[in-house]
């Protein structure tokens, strides 16, 4: 396999400088045990043939590739088609890798699969695939944003999940990755801490973009038998980076193509209220990894911001950061007011609702689209539904 940068990372979890295990001794001998029984079982038939019948009957996948005609009228320029993962049961990318780890930990034994969540999108997949697989699952997630997305929390209940709140600190995100962690090192013989992106020690960031990888050589495949051709510019959103590493990996050896990263600039990036990590970032540590980080002079992660609850997040996967260096993949920001404008217009223009995550890709590629002429063709991953930031969005504008 020499089409996907392999081998990304090293032994050590590296890609170039970035990623690693930043990590006490005894960790880092857990997380050893979960690359090697991923690497055992990784390629055998059973995993394999067990994990595509259940992206095929249980997530619907393939997801469909799909030309948004109006879209692209109403942009005048490139031709535009939507990689469907907001189809995908539960409406989103997670599930991919979701399923994997939740596979991956009943493999080994574990007894225990453990999280944090913020809004509650990577509790609902992960509590939907432990229900699936049968095994437990605790989420801890802050007491604000229980408040916040009671939907979700709902619905992990019912998954049979059990939700821990937390209410030290600000209860929210990151007091919630603490709070887990914390229960994590009771028993990490028996728990598996399942990380919702391509983000902490190896070898996380590198299993997940596996899970993820079925994006971008589904998006390849199709886009080759509708249009005999590669796209021109591929583009996704990035917060921890799962989804867009997930399409990106399938295309980084294919020169002709040009990969747009779109990270959100919030209130604006001369504003301390965005997120954009790789934009704006320098090199840090950051949840057990190096990558580019949104820091004080302290190394201190700063407080970051954006419209969408999914893509605040002051670090960054570690690959993305490579990628970044070696310049193959354009990192770019839309600001939460670009994102509604895309949000309300794909919803006017296709009837679809994308979530405020994917809005900023789909925002980007709206201004790229405009600025290119109709020979060109333009791919976004439309990584989730908009149902859960419906009512949000109509309270914002007003509906
Ligand atoms: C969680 C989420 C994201 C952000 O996560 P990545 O790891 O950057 O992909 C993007 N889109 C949707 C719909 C999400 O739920």
Redesign the pocket.
Known sequence: MSRDFAPMPNAEGFFGEYGGQIIPPELKAIMDDIARAYHEIKDTDAYQSELRELYRDYVGRPSALYFARRLTEHCGGARIYLKREDLNHTG???INHCLGEALLAKHMGKTKVLAETGAG??GVALATACSLVGIECEIHMGQVDIEKEHPNVTKMKILGCKVVPVTRGTATLKDAVDSAFEEYLKDPQNFFYAI???VGPHPFPMMVRDFQRIIGDEARAQFLEKTGALPDHILA????????IGLFSAFLDDDSVNIYGVEPAGKGLDTPDHSATLTRGTPGAIHGFKCYLLQDAEGEPLPVHSIAS??DYPGVGPQHCYLKDIERVNYVSVTDQECLDAFMTLSRREGIIP?L??SHAVAYAMKLAAERSPDETLLINL??RGDKDADYVAEKLGL
Do not use: F, I, W
């Open positions: 989103a990318h997670k999108q990577h919702g992106s391509v959103c990035v917060g921890g980076g799962s989804n867009a999914g893509l979530a995550e994917s990584s989730g």
